[in-house]
């Protein structure tokens, strides 16, 4: 379900804009989460948002089922390819549930953005907007949000999103879900060898 991604180009320590295959991507997903994490956290959701049968609205589940049973005490995976939270689950899922207090929301979901940032992981402060690209009314998500911009924001690549290449998906997904996973090996101090993706 995708939002459109506008922005300009700013030195805000809070948004990150990362090449998709950068061989530090990761890194600079668990730094960027790390500034965001309020202390205090004692539990992360991520909610993962897309479909498991379009591809380019994919990258959410992926990241769902990448980081799915990991780190039980700690994490709670909200979306995977498995039982996407999509156009049709997003809204009764969502309404039925309750964050507690002391707990920190990571919201991930594909966008269309300017030509310049295709291709980019931006990891931002601030809830994300899924379905605003398909004027879907769905409800603002998250305290943080990923966001992998796989198409230009215009009308003749929106008809590509069946057809988007699932390397980058999948590239995508792997360094947004290794990032989130050091993030909170880091914040709950797990042990180094623990296992950062299913």
């Not at 030195?11 to 530090?24: E, F, G, R, T």
């Not at 379905?131 to 998500?141: D, K, Q, R, T, V």
Request: proline share 6%; glycine share 6%.
């Amino acid at each position: 379900m995708l939002q459109h991604l506008e922005w300009e180009k700013t030195a805000d320590p809070l948004q990150k804009i990362i090449p998709y295959n950068h061989k530090l991507a990761p890194l600079f997903i668990r730094n960027t989460l790390f500034s965001l994490i309020p202390e205090g956290t004692q539990h992360i959701f991520v909610v993962g948002i897309g479909s498991n049968l379009i591809n380019g609205d994919s990258l959410g589940p992926f990241v769902g089922t990448l980081l799915r049973d990991l780190y039980p005490e700690h994490l709670t995976v909200l979306g995977n390819l498995e039982f996407p939270l999509d156009a049709t689950t997003l809204v009764p899922t969502y309404s039925n549930l309750h964050f507690p207090d002391n707990s920190f929301v990571i919201a991930i979901d594909s966008v269309f953005g300017k030509q310049e940032y295709i291709e980019s992981i931006v990891v931002s402060e601030g809830a994300l907007h899924p379905g605003a690209a398909f004027e879907h009314n769905l409800p603002s998500i998250g305290d943080c949000s990923m966001m992998g911009v796989i198409l230009e924001d215009n009308l003749t690549e929106k008809s590509s999103i069946v057809y988007t290449n699932l390397h980058l998906i999948y590239t995508m997904a792997t360094n947004i879900a290794t990032g989130i996973s050091l993030a909170i090996r880091q914040y709950f101090s797990y042990p180094s060898d623990q296992l950062l993706l299913r």
